[in-house]
C-alpha cells in the first residue's frame, strides 16, 4: 500500500484540487457548500484528485518509465524502483478512471463530461502517438486546458450547472 500511496504522489493532487476548488468558489460565492451540494462537493473532490489527478499521474509515469530512471526527481518511484510493476500501474491507472468517472457521473452530465475531457487530455499528455508532452508548445495547451479550464469548469458545475 505504502508503495501505492508514494507511486500517486498525493501533494501532486493539490494541483486538481485547487482548481477545482476555485472554480467551485466562484461559482458558489461561499467556501463550503451548501447543505444540498455537499455530497456532490466531495465526490467531485475524490474524482478530482486521486481518481482521475491519480490516473494522470500513473499514466504518465508507464510512458515515462525509461527517462525516469535517469531523471533523479523520478528515479525513486516505485515503478522505476521495481516495488510496483507496469502491469499493476497500469491496471490501477485504468481502475481509477473508471471509478472517476463513474462517481463523476453520478454528480452530474456536465460535470461527467467534464470529467471524461479531463481523462483524455491526461492520456493525451502522455500516451503515443499524440504524446503532447513531447510537442513543445501542445504540452503547455494540453495542461493548461485540463487544469486552468477543465478543472475550474468542473467545480462550478457543481453550483452552476
Avoid at 499493476?88 to 467534464?114: D, N
Wanted: glycine letters at 12%; charged letters at 15%.
Amino acid at each position: 500500500m505504502r508503495a501505492w500511496v508514494e507511486q500517486l504522489r498525493p501533494a501532486c493532487w493539490l494541483l486538481f484540487l485547487t482548481h477545482g476548488y476555485l472554480g467551485f468558489l466562484v461559482g458558489a460565492k461561499a467556501p463550503l457548500p451548501a447543505w444540498e451540494h455537499f455530497k456532490d462537493f466531495w465526490l467531485a473532490l475524490m474524482c478530482l484528485g486521486p481518481l482521475l489527478g491519480g490516473f494522470t499521474l500513473l499514466i504518465d509515469d508507464l510512458y515515462d518509465l525509461e527517462t525516469d530512471r535517469r531523471n533523479p526527481r523520478r528515479c525513486g518511484l516505485p515503478l522505476v524502483q521495481g516495488r510496483l510493476s507496469s502491469r499493476a500501474v497500469g491496471t490501477g491507472a485504468w481502475a481509477q478512471a473508471g471509478v472517476g468517472l463513474v462517481l463523476a457521473a453520478s454528480i452530474s452530465q456536465v460535470f461527467f463530461v467534464l470529467a471524461v475531457l479531463g481523462a483524455v487530455l491526461g492520456w493525451a499528455y502522455a500516451v503515443p502517438p499524440l504524446r503532447a508532452k513531447g510537442r513543445p508548445g501542445l504540452d503547455l495547451f494540453t495542461n493548461a486546458l485540463g487544469v486552468a479550464v477543465v478543472c475550474p469548469l468542473a467545480g462550478w458545475s457543481l453550483v452552476q450547472p
